[in-house]
């Protein structure tokens, strides 16, 4: 996260008039940055999300193939075990 420093650095361009033409160049570049840290920031929780969805899938994956090999062993031993 930003700096508290360039937090208020940031809050004072932003919220200064615009008059001069230098101001106008520092309150598009204010504004381009805050753009590319939100689109950087949206980008790495996209890939957190997609790296959770994988892994979510992986451990559900193990997890039926587990209860697959629990419900083949059931059966097979029923299929063998005496009747009484």
Same mark, same amino acid.
């Given at each position: 996260?930003?700096? /508290?420093?360039? /937090?208020?650095?940031?809050?004072?361009?932003?919220?200064?008039?615009?008059?001069?033409? %230098?101001?106008?160049? *520092?309150?598009?570049?204010?504004? %381009?940055?805050?753009?590319?840290?939100?689109? =950087? =920031? =949206?980008? &790495?929780?996209? &890939?957190?999300?997609? =790296?959770? %969805?994988?892994?979510?899938?992986?451990? #559900?994956?193990? *997890? *039926?193939?587990? *209860?697959?090999?629990?419900? &083949? &062993?059931?059966?097979?031993?029923?299929? #063998?075990?005496?009747?009484?």
């Amino acid at each position: 996260m930003l700096t /508290k420093q360039l /937090k208020d650095m940031y809050h004072r361009l932003l919220t200064a008039p615009a008059g001069s033409p %230098t101001a106008i160049q *520092l309150l598009c570049q204010v504004l %381009t940055n805050i753009h590319l840290y939100l689109v =950087e =920031e =949206e980008l &790495k929780m996209m &890939k957190a999300e997609a =790296e959770c %969805t994988y892994a979510t899938l992986c451990l #559900f994956s193990a *997890l *039926l193939y587990q *209860l697959l090999c629990q419900v &083949k &062993k059931k059966l097979y031993l029923s299929k #063998f075990s005496p009747s009484l």
